[in-house]
Every structure is written in C-alpha cells, then in structure tokens.
C-alpha cells in the first residue's frame, strides 16, 4: 500500500460494516470495545458506505505484519481501493 488512506465503497453501510467486523474478527482482543476494524463514511446521496482504509496496520493500530495486513484485502478489492471521495462523503456519526 502507498503512503494515503485509501477506501473502499459499498452499496450500503451494512455491507461496509459486515466487511469491517469480519476482517477484524479474527484479530479482535478479548474485551475489545469495538467490532470493527475500519471506520467508514456515507455518501449523502445514494446511502452508499466507503472503508477509510490505512496505509499501514500500525495505523490501523492492530498487532499483525504488513503482509499479514495487507492479506485482508482480496485482488478484487485491491483493484476497487480508490484514493480519494468526492465532498459528498461524510463521516459516519456514531
């Protein structure tokens, strides 16, 4: 991965969503407050949800390789990551 966040887009936030918790699944601490491992953002205008993917997996903040991190993502996501979102993107609430 570059040095960018990049991001991929769902149809929906629970299709976002769903892709966050089971790629973390495997990986979440015993006690973790949270089931998902990457935070997204809404378009306001169709409902669809993006992934804010981090370059890294230290920024991502879990204890694995960046091969091991960079596995997560099948070759079809990697070719879907784009790396920017129109202004129409805004942070999830919640």
Known sequence: MGDAVK??????????QA?????????RPAGAGTAYLWSWRIHTGDGRAALIIPST??????DIDQPSYE????????TAMVDELA????????
């Open 7 to 16: 991001y991929l887009i769902f149809t929906d936030i629970a299709g976002a």
């Open 19 to 27: 892709r966050s918790a089971a790629a973390y699944a495997p990986l």
């Open 57 to 62: 997996a230290s920024e991502t903040q879990i």
């Open 71 to 78: 596995a997560l993502f099948s070759s079809e996501e990697w």
């Open 87 to 94: 202004a129409e993107w805004t942070v999830a609430a919640g």
